[in-house]
T-cell receptor, first 115, second 112 residues
Framework: DAMVIQNPRYQVTQFGKPVTLSCSQTLNHNVMYWYQQKSSQAPKLLFHYYDKDFNNEADTPDNFQSRRPNTSFCFLDIRSPGLGDAAMYLC??????????????FGPGTRLLVL | AQSVTQPDIHITVSEGASLELRCNYSYGATPYLFWYVQSPGQGLQLLLKYFSGDTLVQGIKGFEAEFKRSQSSFNLRKPSVHWSDAAEYFCAVGDYGQNFVFGPGTRLSVLP
């Protein structure tokens, strides 16, 4: 089945220690998104890629970076995690760059714990 | 700017009872409308979407939603709730060139 896969499902890191979360997709979609979701809140968009074109949200901290080496994979790098970065990180894809006019397909998420 | 409200933070229903989750949006035109469900510790799963056409939309798991332009609403309904429906439900709106705007979510609890 075509799907969005996130690894690992749970990630524990130490305060200030860089961490990378990964996302892969078999849908062959052009757009990949990273969302941050804190407890009992709606997902908050961090950035997205349309193909290799990176689009950062204005309020995304510089501590968050992303890489997309090919169509299938996208990584979220947190350079120096703080306690406030503990959250669920959701990867999503959409077929094309129509923004909110496109259905987004979500992965299962990676829950990040910062000690 | 678009905005989405889900007036009910938490709803509790008995298994077998009917369900309606409310969603209201603010937008100048007719947006694209979505309902997603999130089980604990999981990602978001699309239940249904409205782009155009028939204002009553059928989705997965027996859910349906009705778009009412005059009320700027897109309420989600299910005639008979199952215990497995307990989850967080998010309404989202979008449009061309604009990111999704999610509502704050409604947590559904189901009593046996």
């Amino acid at each position: 089945d075509a799907m969005v896969i996130q690894n690992p499902r749970y990630q524990v890191t130490q305060f200030g220690k860089p961490v990378t979360l990964s996302c892969s997709q078999t849908l062959n979609h052009n757009v990949m998104y990273w969302y941050q979701q804190k407890s009992s809140q709606a997902p908050k968009l961090l950035f997205h890629y349309y193909d290799k074109d990176f689009n950062n949200e204005a309020d995304t901290p510089d501590n968050f970076q992303s890489r997309r080496p090919n169509t299938s994979f996208c990584f979220l790098d947190i350079r120096s995690p703080g306690l406030g970065d503990a959250a669920m990180y959701l990867c999503a894809t959409s077929r094309d760059r129509s923004g909110g006019a496109e259905t987004q397909y979500f992965g299962p998420g990676t829950r990040l714990l910062v000690l | 700017a678009q905005s989405v409200t889900q007036p009910d933070i938490h709803i509790t229903v008995s298994e077998g009872a009917s369900l309606e989750l409310r969603c209201n949006y603010s937008y100048g035109a007719t947006p694209y409308l979505f309902w997603y469900v999130q089980s604990p510790g999981q990602g978001l799963q699309l239940l249904l979407k409205y782009f155009s056409g028939d204002t009553l939309v059928q989705g997965i798991k027996g859910f349906e939603a009705e778009f009412k332009r005059s009320q700027s609403s897109f309420n989600l309904r299910k005639p008979s709730v199952h215990w497995s429906d307990a989850a967080e439900y998010f309404c989202a709106v979008g449009d061309y060139g604009q990111n999704f705007v999610f509502g704050p979510g409604t947590r559904l609890s189901v009593l046996p």
